[in-house]
Protein backbone atom coordinates (compact mmCIF):
# COMPACT_ATOMS: atom_id res chain seq x y z
CA UNK A 1 0.00 0.00 0.00
CA UNK A 2 1.53 3.37 -0.92
CA UNK A 3 1.55 4.92 2.44
CA UNK A 4 3.56 7.61 4.55
CA UNK A 5 6.14 6.30 7.06
CA UNK A 6 7.73 8.06 10.07
CA UNK A 7 11.20 6.48 11.86
CA UNK A 8 11.48 6.10 14.53
CA UNK A 9 7.93 6.11 16.13
CA UNK A 10 9.22 7.37 19.29
CA UNK A 11 12.58 8.89 19.92
CA UNK A 12 14.04 9.87 23.00
CA UNK A 13 16.82 12.34 23.18
CA UNK A 14 19.26 15.05 25.89
CA UNK A 15 18.76 18.14 26.18
CA UNK A 16 21.42 19.90 23.54
CA UNK A 17 22.00 16.83 21.83
CA UNK A 18 21.16 17.50 17.63
CA UNK A 19 18.44 14.76 16.59
CA UNK A 20 17.04 13.45 12.90
CA UNK A 21 13.80 12.79 12.43
CA UNK A 22 12.72 10.36 9.00
CA UNK A 23 9.91 10.56 6.77
CA UNK A 24 9.63 8.58 3.45
CA UNK A 25 6.40 7.99 1.14
CA UNK A 26 5.48 5.63 -1.98
CA UNK A 27 2.93 8.28 -3.02
CA UNK A 28 5.62 10.07 -5.22
CA UNK A 29 4.19 13.54 -4.46
CA UNK A 30 6.02 16.55 -4.85
CA UNK A 31 5.13 17.81 -1.50
CA UNK A 32 6.62 17.01 2.23
CA UNK A 33 5.17 18.82 5.18
CA UNK A 34 6.34 19.14 8.79
CA UNK A 35 4.00 19.68 11.39
CA UNK A 36 4.65 20.41 15.17
CA UNK A 37 2.07 19.25 17.33
CA UNK A 38 2.58 19.88 21.13
CA UNK A 39 0.15 17.57 23.82
CA UNK A 40 -3.80 19.08 23.11
CA UNK A 41 -2.67 22.12 20.99
CA UNK A 42 -3.45 21.73 16.97
CA UNK A 43 -0.56 20.45 14.32
CA UNK A 44 1.19 23.71 13.25
CA UNK A 45 2.96 23.77 10.37
CA UNK A 46 6.90 24.20 10.22
CA UNK A 47 7.88 23.97 6.61
CA UNK A 48 7.03 22.40 3.79
CA UNK A 49 9.73 21.01 0.16
CA UNK A 50 7.65 21.53 -3.09
CA UNK A 51 10.03 19.49 -4.97
CA UNK A 52 13.53 20.58 -4.05
CA UNK A 53 12.35 24.16 -3.26
CA UNK A 54 12.12 24.71 0.71
CA UNK A 55 9.67 26.56 2.32
CA UNK A 56 9.58 27.87 5.87
CA UNK A 57 7.19 29.49 8.05
CA UNK A 58 8.13 32.87 9.43
CA UNK A 59 7.77 31.39 12.85
CA UNK A 60 9.99 27.78 12.71
CA UNK A 61 12.93 28.62 15.00
CA UNK A 62 16.24 28.19 13.08
CA UNK A 63 16.94 25.62 15.55
CA UNK A 64 14.92 23.40 12.79
CA UNK A 65 16.05 22.44 9.46
CA UNK A 66 15.06 19.69 7.09
CA UNK A 67 16.53 17.69 4.02
CA UNK A 68 15.41 16.30 0.72
CA UNK A 69 17.64 14.63 -0.74
CA UNK A 70 14.90 13.09 -3.16
CA UNK A 71 11.37 12.73 -3.58
CA UNK A 72 10.96 9.56 -1.19
CA UNK A 73 12.54 11.23 1.39
CA UNK A 74 12.73 13.89 4.02
CA UNK A 75 14.29 14.85 7.51
CA UNK A 76 13.20 16.91 9.77
CA UNK A 77 16.97 18.13 11.78
CA UNK A 78 16.63 20.05 15.27
CA UNK A 79 20.22 21.46 15.92
CA UNK A 80 19.73 21.26 19.62
CA UNK A 81 16.65 20.17 21.36
CA UNK A 82 15.31 22.15 24.22
CA UNK A 83 12.28 21.16 26.74
CA UNK A 84 9.70 23.07 24.63
CA UNK A 85 10.72 20.94 21.29
CA UNK A 86 9.04 18.06 23.25
CA UNK A 87 6.29 17.02 20.83
CA UNK A 88 4.67 14.53 18.29
CA UNK A 89 6.21 15.62 14.56
CA UNK A 90 4.21 14.96 11.95
CA UNK A 91 4.78 14.47 8.31
CA UNK A 92 1.98 14.50 5.73
CA UNK A 93 2.46 14.59 1.87
CA UNK A 94 0.70 16.24 -1.36
CA UNK A 95 0.63 16.41 -4.87
CA UNK A 96 0.74 20.00 -4.80
CA UNK A 97 1.51 22.53 -2.42
CA UNK A 98 -2.77 23.88 -3.19
CA UNK A 99 -4.92 23.43 0.02
CA UNK A 100 -7.73 21.56 -2.29
CA UNK A 101 -4.60 19.04 -2.58
CA UNK A 102 -5.16 16.16 0.13
CA UNK A 103 -2.43 15.97 2.67
CA UNK A 104 -1.38 12.35 3.46
CA UNK A 105 -0.28 11.80 6.94
CA UNK A 106 2.19 9.54 8.52
CA UNK A 107 1.96 8.09 12.02
CA UNK A 108 3.86 10.57 13.70
CA UNK A 109 7.59 10.65 15.69
CA UNK A 110 6.65 11.34 19.34
CA UNK A 111 10.19 13.53 20.63
CA UNK A 112 10.85 13.03 24.31
CA UNK A 113 13.54 15.84 25.40
CA UNK A 114 15.74 14.58 29.21
CA UNK B 1 -4.02 33.77 18.44
CA UNK B 2 -6.10 30.88 17.25
CA UNK B 3 -7.69 31.20 14.06
CA UNK B 4 -9.50 28.48 14.23
CA UNK B 5 -11.07 27.10 17.41
CA UNK B 6 -12.77 23.84 18.88
CA UNK B 7 -14.09 24.38 22.11
CA UNK B 8 -15.23 21.35 22.86
CA UNK B 9 -12.34 18.90 23.63
CA UNK B 10 -14.56 15.69 23.77
CA UNK B 11 -18.19 14.50 22.60
CA UNK B 12 -19.84 11.12 23.98
CA UNK B 13 -22.76 10.33 21.54
CA UNK B 14 -24.25 7.07 21.65
CA UNK B 15 -24.25 5.02 18.93
CA UNK B 16 -26.90 5.43 16.38
CA UNK B 17 -27.22 8.97 17.11
CA UNK B 18 -25.93 12.36 15.30
CA UNK B 19 -22.85 13.11 16.41
CA UNK B 20 -22.01 17.38 15.82
CA UNK B 21 -19.05 18.75 15.95
CA UNK B 22 -18.21 22.50 15.75
CA UNK B 23 -15.35 24.42 14.73
CA UNK B 24 -15.25 27.93 14.62
CA UNK B 25 -12.57 30.54 12.77
CA UNK B 26 -11.69 34.41 13.03
CA UNK B 27 -9.87 34.87 9.53
CA UNK B 28 -12.16 35.98 6.97
CA UNK B 29 -9.53 35.50 4.70
CA UNK B 30 -10.33 31.22 4.90
CA UNK B 31 -12.10 30.20 1.68
CA UNK B 32 -11.53 26.54 2.15
CA UNK B 33 -12.38 23.84 5.24
CA UNK B 34 -11.56 20.77 6.09
CA UNK B 35 -12.25 17.65 8.53
CA UNK B 36 -9.42 15.05 9.61
CA UNK B 37 -10.07 12.30 11.55
CA UNK B 38 -7.13 10.79 13.86
CA UNK B 39 -7.13 7.05 15.16
CA UNK B 40 -4.67 6.71 18.13
CA UNK B 41 -1.21 5.98 16.87
CA UNK B 42 -2.36 6.62 13.32
CA UNK B 43 -1.59 10.13 11.20
CA UNK B 44 -4.94 12.19 10.71
CA UNK B 45 -6.69 11.14 7.74
CA UNK B 46 -8.95 13.32 5.12
CA UNK B 47 -12.40 13.10 5.98
CA UNK B 48 -14.34 15.54 3.75
CA UNK B 49 -14.42 19.51 2.77
CA UNK B 50 -16.13 22.58 1.75
CA UNK B 51 -15.28 24.96 -0.03
CA UNK B 52 -16.96 28.92 0.72
CA UNK B 53 -19.05 29.02 -2.14
CA UNK B 54 -20.94 26.06 -0.55
CA UNK B 55 -22.82 26.05 2.98
CA UNK B 56 -23.12 22.32 2.66
CA UNK B 57 -21.24 18.79 0.94
CA UNK B 58 -21.97 15.47 1.98
CA UNK B 59 -20.36 11.98 1.68
CA UNK B 60 -22.39 9.06 3.16
CA UNK B 61 -23.05 9.94 6.96
CA UNK B 62 -20.78 12.70 6.47
CA UNK B 63 -21.89 16.14 6.04
CA UNK B 64 -20.06 19.36 6.79
CA UNK B 65 -22.07 22.59 7.03
CA UNK B 66 -20.96 25.92 6.72
CA UNK B 67 -22.11 29.44 8.05
CA UNK B 68 -19.78 31.95 6.71
CA UNK B 69 -21.71 34.86 8.26
CA UNK B 70 -21.37 33.79 11.31
CA UNK B 71 -17.45 32.17 10.88
CA UNK B 72 -18.70 28.59 12.11
CA UNK B 73 -18.90 24.84 10.58
CA UNK B 74 -19.77 21.54 11.83
CA UNK B 75 -19.20 17.92 10.85
CA UNK B 76 -22.83 15.78 11.25
CA UNK B 77 -21.95 12.24 11.75
CA UNK B 78 -25.22 10.05 11.24
CA UNK B 79 -25.86 7.17 12.44
CA UNK B 80 -23.12 7.57 14.61
CA UNK B 81 -21.16 4.04 14.89
CA UNK B 82 -18.52 3.22 17.71
CA UNK B 83 -15.73 3.11 14.63
CA UNK B 84 -16.15 6.89 14.37
CA UNK B 85 -14.95 7.34 18.10
CA UNK B 86 -11.66 9.26 16.92
CA UNK B 87 -10.19 12.80 17.04
CA UNK B 88 -11.45 15.09 14.92
CA UNK B 89 -9.32 17.96 13.69
CA UNK B 90 -11.04 21.23 11.87
CA UNK B 91 -9.10 22.91 9.14
CA UNK B 92 -8.92 26.21 6.78
CA UNK B 93 -6.71 27.99 4.72
CA UNK B 94 -7.09 31.01 2.89
CA UNK B 95 -6.40 31.17 -0.85
CA UNK B 96 -3.21 31.76 -2.76
CA UNK B 97 -1.81 28.08 -1.55
CA UNK B 98 -1.30 29.42 2.39
CA UNK B 99 -1.06 26.57 4.99
CA UNK B 100 -3.90 24.61 6.30
CA UNK B 101 -4.71 26.11 9.88
CA UNK B 102 -5.54 23.38 12.40
CA UNK B 103 -8.48 23.72 15.49
CA UNK B 104 -7.20 21.72 18.59
CA UNK B 105 -9.48 18.74 17.70
CA UNK B 106 -12.38 17.13 19.39
CA UNK B 107 -12.14 13.70 20.75
CA UNK B 108 -15.70 11.83 19.84
CA UNK B 109 -16.40 8.79 21.77
CA UNK B 110 -19.32 6.65 20.32
CA UNK B 111 -21.08 4.39 23.49
CA UNK B 112 -22.39 1.18 21.91
Known amino acids: DAMVIQNPRYQVTQFGKPVTLSCSQT?????MYWYQQKSSQAPKLLFH???????NEADTPDNFQSRRPNTSFCFLDIRSPGLGDAAMYLC?????????????FGPGTRLTVL | DQQVKQNSPSLSVQEGRISILNCDYT??????FLWYKKYPAEGPTFLISISSIKDKNEDGRFTVFLNKSAKHLSLHIVPSQPGDSAVYFCAASAPRNTPLVFGKGTRLSVIA
Open chain 1, 27 to 31: LNHNV
Open chain 1, 49 to 55: YYDKDFN
Open chain 1, 92 to 104: ATSRAPTSTDTQY
Open chain 2, 27 to 32: NSMFDY
